[in-house]
T-cell receptor, first 114, second 117 residues
Framework: DSGVTQTPKHLITATGQRVTLRCSPR?????VYWYQQSLDQGLQFLIQ???????AKGNILERFSAQQFPDLHSELNLSSLELGDSALYFC?????????????FGPGTRLTVL | AQKVTQAQTEISVVEKEDVTLDCVYE???????LFWYKQPPSGELVFLIR??????QNEISGRYSWNFQKSTSSFNFTITASQVVDSAVYFC??????????????FGTGTQLKVEL
């Protein structure tokens, strides 16, 4: 158990809908990262927050947004969902923002868009 | 842009054999970190090891060892005396600094390791 929690574990929804994925980092970690894992794209970095501020951005679609709250939990919002958004979404956390920080991953949320 | 290549898509071994997973990376950064993660069938990603770019000393930790060679941009991972529980997908990753003061991991495509009795 990495100490990172993600809810829900599974999510099934329809095209055009909007969903919110939630992540709680390990105790004491200030950085939260979001990754998408799909058969087509592999493991792709989406976005990073550190203590409430956006610090790094990957190839995140405009339909996707995220935020980190004062209690350090984070939410990833996916809207106007398409079939291709079906994937496993991971949240990870680390103590800081330096490249040396190992990232600890949550169990993931499996999103299925029908 | 950074890139991580894991040329081995799938490896099958018999229990107790040693197995080496290859990883080649590309980066313009002079300081960087490399990681190996394991994804068992249950799906979670488990951190295994980390290596910085300025220390080429190879290390051993239990049944795991890693060989980092800056000259060839390779960061190979070896499991000694493999066990069935080692069956998983193994990902090599490169940590990259972001202009916004953050960082991100660039992952390879993974190597599926199957250890059979």
């Amino acid at each position: 158990d990495s100490g990172v929690t993600q809810t829900p574990k599974h999510l099934i929804t329809a095209t055009g809908q909007r969903v919110t994925l939630r992540c709680s980092p390990r105790s004491g970690d200030l950085s939260v990262y979001w990754y998408q894992q799909s058969l087509d794209q592999g493991l792709q970095f989406l976005i990073q927050y550190y203590n409430g501020e956006e610090r790094a951005k990957g190839n995140i679609l405009e339909r996707f947004s995220a935020q980190q709250f004062p209690d350090l939990h984070s939410e990833l919002n996916l809207s106007s969902l398409e079939l291709g958004d079906s994937a496993l979404y991971f949240c990870a956390s680390s103590a800081g923002t330096g490249v040396w920080n190992e990232q600890f991953f949550g169990p993931g949320t499996r999103l299925t868009v029908l | 842009a950074q890139k991580v290549t894991q040329a081995q898509t799938e490896i099958s071994v018999v229990e107790k054999e040693d197995v080496t997973l290859d990883c080649v990376y590309e980066t313009r950064d002079t300081t960087y970190y490399l990681f190996w993660y394991k994804q068992p069938p249950s799906g979670e990603l488990v951190f295994l090891i980390r290596r910085n770019s300025f220390d080429e000393q190879n290390e051993i930790s239990g049944r795991y060892s890693w060989n980092f060679q800056k000259s060839t941009s390779s960061f190979n991972f070896t499991i000694t005396a493999s066990q069935v529980v080692d069956s998983a997908v193994y990902f090599c990753a490169l940590s990259e600094a972001s202009t916004g003061g953050g960082n991100k991991l660039t992952f390879g495509t993974g190597t599926q390791l199957k250890v059979e009795l």
